[in-house]
């Protein structure tokens, strides 16, 4: 069965720092894809970046960029030059990419909340 | 854009009241919907998966006839919470996922969830 480990409930940054928010996750199947979303306190899921398990580059998007080291099972996400509203929940996610595993769906982990301070 | 509209994004209802959230897909044909639970501080927690035309797959420990999911159309999936308790208060989200193509890893869209409060 898929698993996804967020340690850190909790985060506080400096404002124009970096920061890393972990993630581990456990599956035996080959063919996977890893997400991280932010969900500020409106509630809605805004899609961040995504990393295939095959994917030989780690993923970026802007400020952000996913540290995928596949041995150790670990996508952190990294976020440079934190910004003000940056400040929200943010959580990884798996999903387990058909034709390889009936249980093509997204689980999330437990989340981590982000406070960025002035 | 948004392309996945989940309606209403707040409802407030008496105890015994059935509740219907609408999930759209708004520019694509959703083969598959999920449906979500978040509690508050909690992460999401998957309920249903939703194939158009068929009958959807339940979570372990969810109750079927308590979360009635219909997916009627490519577009359109409906979760209906039937007779719904104070306990069932909580923020739900859809997520639709379009066909599969190319044996990549399709999209997967959220809605802006929905706070349903029994009162």
């Known amino acids: 069965a898929q698993k996804i480990t967020q340690t850190q409930p909790g985060m506080f940054v400096q404002e124009k720092e970096a920061v890393t928010l972990d993630c581990t996750y456990d599956?035996?199947?080959?063919?996977?894809?890893l997400f991280w979303y932010k969900q500020p306190s409106s509630g809605e899921m805004i899609f961040l970046i995504y990393q295939g398990s095959y994917d030989q580059q780690n993923a970026t998007e802007g400020r952000y960029s996913l540290n995928f080291q596949k041995a150790r099972k670990s996508a952190n996400l990294v976020i440079s030059a934190s910004q003000l509203g940056d400040s929200a929940m943010y959580f990884c996610a798996m999903r387990e990419i058909p034709g390889y595993s009936s249980a093509s769906k997204i689980i999330f982990g437990s989340g981590t909340r982000l406070s960025i301070r002035p | 854009g948004a392309v996945v509209s989940q309606h209403p994004s707040r409802v407030i209802c008496k105890s015994g009241t059935s509740v219907k959230i609408e999930c759209r897909s708004l520019d694509f044909q959703a083969t598959t919907m999920f449906w979500y639970r978040q509690f508050p501080k909690q992460s999401l927690m998957l309920m249903a998966t939703s194939n158009e035309g068929s009958k959807a797959t339940y979570e372990q420990g969810v109750e079927k006839d308590k979360f009635l999911i219909n997916h009627a159309s490519l577009t359109l999936s409906t979760l209906t919470v039937t007779s719904a308790h104070p306990e069932d208060s909580s923020f739900y989200i859809c997520?639709?996922?379009?066909?599969?193509?190319?044996?990549?890893?399709?999209?997967?869209?959220f809605g802006d969830g929905t706070r349903l409060s029994i009162l």
């Open positions: 997520s639709a996922r379009s066909r599969t193509g190319g044996g990549g890893l399709q999209p997967q869209h």
């Open positions: 599956t035996s199947d080959p063919s996977y894809g």
